[in-house]
Each structure stands twice: as structure tokens, then as C-alpha cells.
């Protein structure tokens, strides 16, 4: 016998889920029938002058309850939510704020979708609510009977029983659908939007790349002054020390040119170091997955190292296998020092024309950003390439940082 559960209960669980959606609606589509007027009046008010402060101050309020509703219909329909930019309403003159709350292309489309909802989001709620126990006393005795036919059908043939959904009841996921898909349409950032976001990404992107430049080259000046230039220096003083004794005690000149021998060695190993501060010169001999593999086989932790499409053997952009390569160096460093992790993982793979990258531990999580943990040095890096960075580490672990960045293949 079919131990399917009860079909009714399937198309009630599925109804209910959809219901919780549109019923919400409700007491929102309420708040913006009374904003629409508060809306209207505040524009009223701004054109005889006296209500000019509160406009600004309006089109804020407007702005957070429109993306509270862009949130709820994204989280309904699955999407991923970004928060949507608009022009500045805080501080600066009354005058500005005021004309970007008039100008702004985000605010108007908020303005117009008020009315929409005040009016849509009542109708659907009360059609979800009239379709309950219309559905419930017409859909249990239709899918009461159904079951029962599909139940000795599967005893008799063998069959698996179809899981059916009703006749009234199967609307309230559309009515929830529907009503997510419009709020989503009208309040959608255009295009200029879209652009504006964009400018103000790479602007600060570029003064991250410019600041993190100058780190760098601080830091490649530190090393070179307080590593390889005071081993030169000294490696100066030990060969004149050698030439003063050269005559009166070759033994003593033969023990200063040992030194300088050694202090020639050491000079150079610091060179290497800061070279391969610049540039790995591993990246060059073995690509980036070769280098990757050498990471991972110096870490004291045990890395698991998964590679997809970059030993086919087209190489990337220089740019882009550095960039790859310090995130992965920098984060395998924080994992050895900070996570107490017992595992962990990196995997790299290329999709369309981007460079995926993915590096996560088993440890206690908790990484900071504003810590000091190079996490900031991260998201500069790839940003400065147009790439994205994704980093989650809660409290308990574990971590995990997920980059992109365009390769162009």
C-alpha cells in the first residue's frame, strides 16, 4: 500500500507557504494607502515652501519601506537582493537634498508603486483569503476522491501515486507569485540607477587600489631598507675591513671575505623575498597551479586542492593569476595563524570569461574584517580588477571566501 501522504495536505502546505507571503501584504498594502497621503501631503506642503525640510525626510521613510518589500519579494521568488543606491539625502544643503528627493529616478518609481500596492496588495490578499474555504471544501472532497482512485490504482498495478494539487487551492502560489513578480517590476532600480551604482563602485574600488598601492610600496621600501640594503652596507664595511688587513694579516682579511661571503648570500635571499613579494616567481616556472600546490604543501594545515580548467594549458592574465594567487596566500596564512582549523580547502575553476575561486576551513570563524586579518587587502586586490569578493565567517565557524574575477576567456 501507498504510504504517499494525504494529496490535501500537500496542496495545503504549498497554499499556506504562498498565504504567508500575500497575507503579509495586507497590513503593508494598508501602511502605503496611509503613506500615499502623507506622500501627497508632504508634496503639497513642499510647494507653499513651509514643508520643504520634511520632503528629504519623506523620501527616506519611503526608501526603507520599499526595500523591506523588495527584500520580502526577493527572498520569496528566490532571487539574490542587492541593496538599491540612491541619490544622497543626509547632510549638505537643504537645496540639494531637496532636489534629490524630486530628481531621483529610485524615489519616483518608490512613489508610484505606493498606490499600486495600496491597491493590489489588498485585492490579492483578500482574494487569498476568500479562496481558503472555498479550496478547502472543494478541493477535499476532489482530492479525498482522487486519492482513494489513485491508491488502488498503485495497489493494484504497482504504480506510484501522483501528487496532485487541487483545483482551487493551486492558485494561492500564483496569486504569491504574482504579487512578488510585480512588486519586484516596479520597483526595480532603471538603468541610470544601475549606472550610478556602478560609478560609485569603481571610484571606490580605484581608491582602494590606489591606497593599497601605496602600502605596498611602503612595504617593498621597508624591506629593502631594513633587510638587503643594511646587509649591503655591512657587506660594504666587512670588504674594507678585508682590504686594510689584506697585508699585515691575510688570515684575519680571509675570515672578514667569508663574511662578506656569507652577508652576500643572506643580502640575496632578501632580494628574492621582496621579488617574490611582486611577482612569484613560481607563477612564472609553474603557472598558478602549480604555485597553488606549493601553498598548499607548506601550509600546516591539510589543504585539499581542486582544479578545474586551469592546467588545460592556457594561461591567464598575469594580473589575474597574482591576484588569485596572494588571496589564496593571504587566506591559507590566516587559516595557519587564526582559525584553528583542522582541514581545509581550495578550489579553482573558470566559468564563462571569470575566474572562480574558493577557499573555506573548518575552524572557529569569527574573522574580523576590520581586524587587521589582511581580509581588507583582499577585497581591494580583487576589486581593483573588477572582480567580487564573498567572505562569511561566523562566530563557530566555518569560513569561507569566495572570489571572482574576469579573465576575459
Not at 495545503?12 to 506622500?39: C, D, E, K, M, N
Not at 506510484?160 to 526595480?188: D, F, I, K, N
Not at 652577508?263 to 609553474?286: C, Q, S
Not at 595557519?336 to 582549523?341: E, I, L, M, T, Y
Request: glycine share 8%; with cysteine.
Amino acid at each position: 500500500m501507498s504510504t504517499a501522504p494525504f494529496p490535501l495536505t500537500v496542496a495545503v502546505r504549498r497554499s499556506w507557504h504562498a498565504s504567508r507571503y500575500v497575507l503579509i501584504g495586507i497590513p503593508i498594502a494598508l501602511f502605503a494607502y496611509v503613506a500615499t497621503f502623507l506622500l501627497v501631503a508632504a508634496l503639497f506642503f513642499a510647494v507653499v515652501v513651509i514643508g520643504l525640510p520634511a520632503l528629504p525626510e519623506a523620501a527616506k521613510a519611503l526608501h526603507r519601506f520599499a526595500e523591506f518589500e523588495r527584500r520580502r519579494a526577493a527572498a520569496h521568488l528566490g532571487l539574490a537582493f542587492r541593496p538599491t543606491p540612491y541619490l544622497p539625502l543626509d547632510g549638505g544643503e537643504l537645496a540639494a537634498r531637496v532636489r534629490h528627493a524630486l530628481t531621483d529616478p529610485v524615489v519616483r518609481r518608490e512613489a508610484v508603486w505606493l498606490p499600486f500596492q495600496a491597491l493590489a496588495g489588498n485585492l490579492i490578499g483578500y482574494a487569498t483569503m476568500v479562496l481558503w474555504p472555498v479550496g478547502l471544501l472543494v478541493d477535499g472532497i476532489v482530492l479525498s476522491a482522487a486519492y482513494l482512485l489513485d491508491r488502488r490504482s498503485s495497489d493494484e498495478y504497482g504504480t506510484t501515486p501522483p501528487e496532485r494539487q487541487g483545483l482551487l487551492l493551486r492558485w494561492h502560489p500564483v496569486l504569491a507569485e504574482l504579487s512578488a513578480s510585480w512588486t519586484r517590476a516596479l520597483l526595480t532600480a532603471p538603468h541610470s540607477a544601475e549606472l550610478t551604482e556602478r560609478i560609485t563602485q569603481l571610484t571606490e574600488s580605484r581608491a582602494g587600489a590606489v591606497e593599497a598601492h601605496g602600502a605596498e610600496l611602503r612595504r617593498i621600501e621597508r624591506d629593502l631598507h631594513d633587510g638587503a640594503q643594511a646587509r649591503i652596507v655591512a657587506l660594504s664595511m666587512r670588504i674594507g675591513l678585508a682590504k686594510q688587513l689584506l697585508d699585515r694579516d691575510p688570515a684575519a682579511a680571509r675570515q672578514r671575505l667569508d663574511e662578506a661571503q656569507d652577508g652576500v648570500d643572506a643580502a640575496l635571499a632578501e632580494l628574492r623575498h621582496v621579488v617574490r613579494g611582486i611577482h612569484p616567481p613560481i607563477l612564472t616556472d609553474r603557472g598558478l597551479a602549480g604555485a597553488v600546490r606549493a601553498l598548499a604543501a607548506d601550509s600546516a594545515v591539510p589543504i585539499t586542492v581542486e582544479l578545474d580548467g586551469v592546467e588545460d594549458g592556457r594561461r591567464l592574465p598575469a594580473a589575474i593569476e597574482a591576484a588569485a594567487y596572494f588571496v589564496i596566500a593571504e587566506a591559507l596564512t590566516n587559516i595557519g595563524k587564526h582559525s584553528g582549523a583542522t582541514t581545509a580547502h581550495v578550489r579553482i575553476g573558470r566559468a564563462r570569461d571569470a575566474l572562480l575561486v574558493a577557499i573555506g576551513d573548518d575552524g572557529h570563524g569569527g574573522a574580523d574584517e576590520r581586524g587587521g586579518s589582511g581580509l581588507v587587502g583582499i577585497r581591494r586586490r580583487i576589486a581593483a580588477l573588477d572582480g567580487t569578493t564573498r567572505i562569511s565567517s561566523p562566530t563557530g565557524g566555518p569560513t569561507d571566501i569566495e572570489v571572482e574575477l574576469p579573465c576575459g576567456s
